[in-house]
């Protein structure tokens, strides 16, 4: 897997960049490219992740990220009533 930021602003927030003071992502100005070789799963695995963030999006929306961060997979379990 190879993943790589970029920066989606040119000199917005100064030197740093995408990177605040402390050395944390900021909120917004940058993005991140993904690929997969076929050793970690090639194009099925991106499928896959991309199932799963849109899953997170889709049910927890300001808060996906949290559950990403966290690995939370309940998101890809169907529920049963």
Excluded at 23 to 43: N, T
């Amino acid at each position: 897997m190879h993943c790589e930021l970029v920066p989606l602003t040119k000199e917005k927030y100064g030197k740093m960049g995408w990177l605040t003071p402390f050395g944390w992502l900021r909120k917004e100005g940058w993005s991140m490219r993904m690929s997969f070789d076929d050793k970690a799963g090639g194009v099925s695995a991106l499928k896959a992740l991309k199932s799963y963030t849109a899953g997170l999006n889709e049910k927890y929306d300001k808060k996906a990220f949290r559950y990403f961060k966290n690995v939370d997979m309940r998101v890809l379990m169907k529920e049963t009533k």
